[in-house]
């Protein structure tokens, strides 16, 4: 199976064993619940569905590479304890509690989530020492005398033998008490991920034309060298901040991440391309609806590889506009969620303050268990930040009635703190307008190009993959994209998102107070 539908399993897994009947016990036993092991490659992503899973389903992650545990650390330390039997002291060996289980204990301490997943990553590669204690705690779920507690599901992951020398057979005994997935690359599935990532542009351009070179492993007469998606995710970031800084991606770069010469090359040479076409298109003029008549003819001339990589370029300008829509969305909807608190409150200032603390109690939480995104950490921030805001100008406003020994009443304190989400609603209604003009140019410029034919395919059905432009388009709608998207019947999927779609004043109107 890919990785996404081993996803999927673990998910209903961690549903059923946590389902519980109506004394609250759990329905399925805790030594009938089989630890989950995923054997896959290396960097095929088994950790992130993990922080996937996590955030989702709202528990706490704990996670360890048992690679660099020793027998001490993941058992615990042994200490004498004096015991009596029979009316007789004696010396009894006992052992501290090994790390990993107090850290899950201290994760539900600090967080307050009292169910999760303990993930040990490469369970198959511990030490000799500590090979038989692994064995012991896979079938009972202990570590020395201590329990794994109530409510956390363990999932494992291991690398098959050809990955790593290091790798341990299970004998059948422990394998019949386990769950097994194995896990294969799937260049289609980390596509989804990527686009939803926002991993620049390039990657994913190259992968989608060479995609065999998506996750590559061989031994050569230099040795072993690797390519996985691990490596393709790490590469966008760091080109994201050297472009960013305007400093030069060459091959010295690449191959820090991509450990196959050849693949390293051909991307570079496709990098190199892909800016070429930036520079020689210029996508703001067409995204702006004002493509010169060179552009245009450039375009028509071109081979279907160079218009592919055009779309591409022109996808990633309109997907990162798209993205920071959505986004901010989201951030509208939970600033709202926050004064709907306020608004109902008798002390508006005391509220505010309560409603920030909530905040960064939430980031300090959810960030402790385990389950909390970069996307949610930076979406909990910018309202954290606006309600601060809001306070200032609370605050401010009250300064100022002081001195005029004049009150002020609930009402006209809420509509101050108000006119500051009616700005920030402002800023989303234009950036809607812009980011809508812009998908509409970008439809308008394939169709006088290219017309209906397999490039305007490529283009609604990339739109209709990627989960922000359909969440986008199922908001605020996009008359081009409805059109084609039914003209070109690309799939059953589109006609349920058409249903969907709503006019901009109809989903802004259900964000006005």
Known sequence: MNIKEAKVYIKDTIKIYLEKDEYGEYKIPISKQRPIFMVGAPGIGKTAIMEQLAEEMGIALVSYSMTHHTRQSALGLPFIKKKKYGGQEYDVSEYTMSEIISTVYDTMETSGITEGILFLDEINCVSETLAPSMLEFLQYKTFGRHEVP????????????????????????????????????????????????????????????????????????????????????????????????????????????????????????????????????????????????????????????????????????????????????CYIEELLNRLMVVKGSSNISVTLEEEERKCQISIDRLEVAGSLSSEKKQLLKKVRSTLNEMLGVLSNNDERKDKDSSEMSDDNGFAIVKSVYDRELDALKALEKTVGGRLEALFRFVEDVFGDGQEMLVLVSELTENSYSAKYISMFGCSSYSKYSEKLMVSDRKTQLDKKIKMQEKHLGQLEM
């Open 150 to 329: 109530k409510g956390w599901i363990i999932v494992t992951a291991g690398n098959p033998k050809e990955y790593n020398r290091g790798v341990r057979d299970f004998d059948v005994a422990t394998l019949d008490r386990l769950k097994v997935m194995t896990v294969e690359p799937d260049f289609a599935v980390w596509k989804e991920y990527a686009t939803d990532k926002g991993i620049c542009g390039s990657v994913i351009g190259f992968l989608q034309a060479e995609t065999e070179y998506f996750y590559h492993i061989e031994t050569t007469v230099k040795g072993r060298s690797y390519v996985t998606a691990r490596g393709w995710e790490d590469l966008s970031h760091i080109i994201f901040m050297y472009e960013q800084n305007k400093i030069t991606v060459d091959y010295g770069l690449i191959s820090q991440y991509i450990r196959n010469e050849d693949i390293a090359r051909r991307f570079l040479a496709y990098y190199e391309l892909y800016n070429k076409y930036k520079n020689d298109y210029t996508p703001e003029e067409i995204l702006s609806g004002n493509a010169s008549d060179d552009v245009v003819r450039k375009a028509r001339a071109a081979s279907f590889d160079e218009r592919l990589a055009l779309l591409g370029v022109l996808l990633d300008y309109v997907t990162t506009d798209i993205r920071e829509a959505v986004d901010r969305v």
